[in-house]
């Protein structure tokens, strides 16, 4: 199954200052942009540079391209399944302006093509738009429209803490 899943937030901020949300991820308390008060933390086995290893919770990923202030690739490792990678772009949209733009491309095999629909997909969906919500705080001071999550994600969740992921 082909999947291509697109999130992405117009920010009163300049490129620069959004770009520089994208150096921070995985940088523990320094991190502005990765939503780890709610999922799993980012890690990786070094800082952000092509062949860091590491992923959040079971999803698992090597950085395969990094310009810094701009853009970031990962590709995946785990869960099994997951063939293909998810990236982080900064855009310009105009004077003041920048686009935060997250796009993952896939296919999936095996087990996957049933787990992505049912319980990745929302789950990815959910922690996207908290992770954009944060960078919408951290550029302008506030956020105009908070996501929220569905039931079915809240019961996921749920699911998940009770299974220790």
């Known amino acids: 199954m082909g ?9 009163n901020a300049k490129e620069s200052e959004v770009g520089a949300l994208i150096d921070t991820l995985a940088s523990g308390d ?14 990786f086995d070094r800082p ?13 990923y090597t950085v395969s391209g990094y310009a810094p202030g701009s853009w970031i690739r990962f590709e995946f490792t785990g869960p099994r399944g997951f063939h293909g990678h998810h990236e982080l772009a900064v855009l310009p ?55 929220r999550w569905s039931p079915y994600v809240r019961f996921l969740r749920g699911r998940a803490a009770r299974a220790g992921h």
Not at 3 to 11: C, G, K, S, W, Y
Not at 93 to 106: E, I, K, N, Y
Request: net charge positive.
């Open 48 to 60: 952000l540079a092509p062949g860091a290893v590491g992923g959040h919770g079971p999803v698992r």
């Open 3 to 11: 999947v291509h899943n697109v999130h992405e937030r117009l920010l």
């Open 30 to 43: 320094g991190d502005l942009l990765w939503p780890g008060r709610d999922w799993s933390p980012m890690e």
């Open 93 to 147: 949209a105009g004077p003041g302006r920048t686009r935060l733009h997250h796009t993952l491309s896939m296919t999936t095999s095996g087990l996957a093509r049933i787990t992505w629909p049912l319980a990745w997909r929302p789950l990815h969906d959910a922690c996207l738009e908290d992770g954009l919500d944060r960078a919408e705080l951290a550029s302008t001071g506030r956020v105009a429209r908070p996501a």
